[in-house]
């Protein structure tokens, strides 16, 4: 058949099949989905004459390509989150982003269509995905990143029974669409408005669409009403109505009497829902007395004043966001809190949010693009159990955006591995040790046993709450990823997901990492340590970093853990790996078991990790000579700049973490190459290597912060001296290095513009530094400066640069 009868073919019976999908799709209340398969131009192509079969509806195109006007990015996806789409055109030969992808479906709304634009299905994993880009590791770029992940959905695509398959190499495809229009021949035409889905003659956005919803907004009332410290955690899977159902109930107690109702979510836009059903609900009520459910403000008078369980009187009622960090922060008064995706916000957070409100309630999604609701049931129910014992939970199961079996909903389940969950242990006692096997897994085989994989995938989303579907990614095609399990009787109990890092052998890059002037992506241990914690030599060691380490919740703390690190320093030392390393959020339970492993800290950061909600503690594992002599520096190191950073930057982190944290230090004098002490020449060397970075625009304030005390407290005097810098700005330094003023406190006094130019202003200070003007140094004295050589200031080295 020549490609001309083949376009008339379609030109003839593309409409009719896109149309016929559409009301099969309205008449089951269902989401119907369309694959084309073949080269760029063919897919799209055809894509357009979809959508112009479907005139009446409103395309959304995420693309990378310029295939229609007002088309969003790939990386645009989750902006579709709460949005009611009709028409989907997800073009993957721009590159399949497993977020993205499964944030942009999720809108979709029963009725509605997908067309999904990919290669040929059997080409696909062989080529060049631009997404890949964003798990390739440097040196690698995209093209080295595997295809694995790709030939599994491809395989699952191909195969898939609830969707129509399209392929430009397969003419099989047009008598599949045939017979399709045949059979839905005797199918009644669909209303005028063939754009709006039978399930959702759009129902009322004041009143719940299901009996769950109802039950969920019962509950929230009950909470709101009953005594404190009871709250209410609700679960259910995306397209249930958990949004829709905190703003009902949010609407209806406003409607009653001046609450005072706080929301939070992981962002702004993930509660644009609950807001929109808080108006709809309030919209029976007197504007005078209802409140503003976009501003938080109540325009006119209301009833009498409330008052909270922390005796705050609330003159009027609101509804108002807050961020979640702001929320622990400040902690502003409130009669309720409501947090959405509640999985998406770190735990820590979400314990002192429950430690401060009375009344809260959790909502999460059980699989979602926000976070893991699986992983917050496992690690926030124990502290539900410890601090509200009288918590209650209940689950919205009855979908309201499609209809129950929806297709598309089981493709992206299967797809994503949304519904992951680790292997069935029903009595653990029976599990014996001797059976227990560790293995090095095989990715390549990994991707065609579904089942180790989802027990694998399980198991790390129980491990970390905000595993998301990009993980899946990065597990089966990282360039420097490689997996260890626990395995008993085929069932994965236990994984290690690994990383392997540095050994940068340019020196010019290392100098640029330590600078900070370079980021090479994936290399988080050597770049942490080179350009935060000082440690110029850090690139150039090999390291093997544990990225994620998941025992199976029944088997906790019977030494799986250890015993899979035990197997990975085995293996790493036979390869001349210098270093095991791990980065995590600090708690001292996890400092004491990195310990127990081995594993002594190198370093801390000075700021809240935005994933886990404590400052990132970097530890390591020596296994050779040169290993040895580097983390004892760093060690060393560490502890020496505890001083200054505990009473800075560090100064709010819990004390008790603190002295986990101490009694796992055990510092030695750092060695140098031939075994010696260090000298402090060479350390102060070092020490102004960082300094110079910090005042060139490189490096953090708070990572320099010990640097720039011991330099303040050894040259200021004489800088002043000599008149060579001014008094205000030798005033800043000693407030921000010596007295460790916070930045607000700084910017008030000093009258700065904000961080950025109070930063601004500190390096310009901090210039002055480099170039003391000689004076007649004191013995003691003469033999430390030695080796600074009165460094020369940022303007004498650029004026010898031009």
Known sequence: ???????????????????????????????????????????????????????????????????????????????????DLDLLVYDAHSGFDPDGFGAATGAIRGGGLLLLLTPPLADWPDLVDPQAERIAVWPNTAASVGGR???????????????????????????????????????????????????????????????????????????????????????????????????????????????????????RSAADALFKHAAAALGGHARA???????????????????????????????????????????????????????????????????????????TTVHGYEGTGRGFDVRFRATLDRLTPSWREITLETPIRWADGDPLEALTFRALLLDAAPAPVEEPSAVDPAEIHCERLDRDALIHDE?????????????????????????????????????????????????????????VLREAIFMG????????????????????????????????????PALARRGLGRRLLRRLARDARAEGVDLLGASFGATPELIRFWDRCGFRPAQIGTSRNAASGEHALVVLRRLDARGQRFAAAAEARLESRLPVLLAGPLRTVDPVTVAAFVAAIRTAPPLSDSGEPSSSACRDTMDDRELNGFIDGYRSLDATLPILAERV??????????????????????????????????????????????????????????????????RATATQDASSAWLPSRSARRERAE
């Open 149 to 267: 992940f790709l030939r599994r959905l491809a395989r699952l695509l191909g195969s898939e029974p609830g969707l129509i398959r399209l392929e430009q190499a397969d003419l099989e495809s047009l008598s599949i669409a045939q017979r399709l229009i045949s059979e839905d021949a005797c199918v009644a035409p669909a209303p005028n408005d063939p754009g709006r889905p039978a399930t959702a003659s759009d129902p009322n956005p004041a009143e719940p669409a299901t009996s769950d919803q109802d039950h969920a907004i019962a509950a929230i009332l009950a909470l709101a009403h009953g005594r404190a410290r009871r709250p209410l955690v609700i679960r259910a899977h995306r397209g249930r109505g958990k949004s829709a159902a905190l703003g009902l109930a949010a609407g209806r107690l406003l409607g009653e009497r001046p609450l005072r109702i706080l929301v939070t979510a992981p962002r």
């Open 517 to 552: 002037r370079r980021r090479p992506r994936g290399h988080l241990l050597p770049q942490t340590l080179s350009t935060h914690a000082g440690l110029a030599e850090a690139p150039a060691l090999r390291y093997l970093r544990v990225i994620r380490i998941a025992v199976h």
């Open 1 to 83: 058949m020549s490609e001309e009868t083949l376009a008339r073919l379609h030109d003839d019976t593309l409409e009719t099949l896109v149309r016929t999908l559409q009301r099969q799709a309205q008449g089951a209340g269902h989401r119907a989905t369309l694959l084309l398969s073949g080269d760029a131009h063919w897919t799209a192509n055809l894509a357009r004459r979809c959508v112009a079969a479907l005139a009446d509806q409103v395309p959304t195109w995420l693309t990378e390509r310029s295939l229609a006007d007002g088309a969003l990015a790939l990386r645009a996806a989750d902006r579709l989150l709460g949005s």
């Open 713 to 778: 407290r050894r040259r200021l005097g004489a800088c002043l001296r000599a008149g060579g810098i001014a008094d205000d700005d030798a005033a800043l330094l000693i407030a921000a290095a010596r007295q460790l003023h916070g930045p607000a406190e700084l910017a008030s006094r000093f009258g700065a513009n904000g961080r950025d130019a109070l930063t601004a202003r500190i390096r310009r200070a901090a210039d002055a530094l480099r170039f003391v003007p000689s004076e007649t140094p004191s």
């Open 451 to 507: 089942k180790t994989l989802r027990e694998l995938f399980g198991l790390l989303v129980l491990a970390h709450y905000q595993t998301r579907p990009m993980d899946l990614r990065m597990l089966l095609d990282g360039p420097n990823v490689r997996i260890y399990a626990l395995r008993w009787r085929s069932h994965v109990l236990a994984a290690l997901i690994v990383a392997e890092e540095g050994g940068f052998a340019d020196p």
């Open 289 to 363: 007395s209802a409140p503003d459910v976009e501003t938080g403000t109540t325009p006119g008078p209301t009833a009498p004043p409330t008052t909270d369980g922390a005796g705050h009187a609330h003159a009027a009622g609101s509804l108002a966001f807050v961020s979640p960090a702001d929320l622990a922060a400040q902690t502003p008064a409130a009669d309720l809190l409501l947090i959405d995706e509640a999985a998406g916000i770190p735990a820590p957070i979400l314990e002192t949010l429950l430690a401060g409100y009375p009344r809260v309630v959790f909502a």
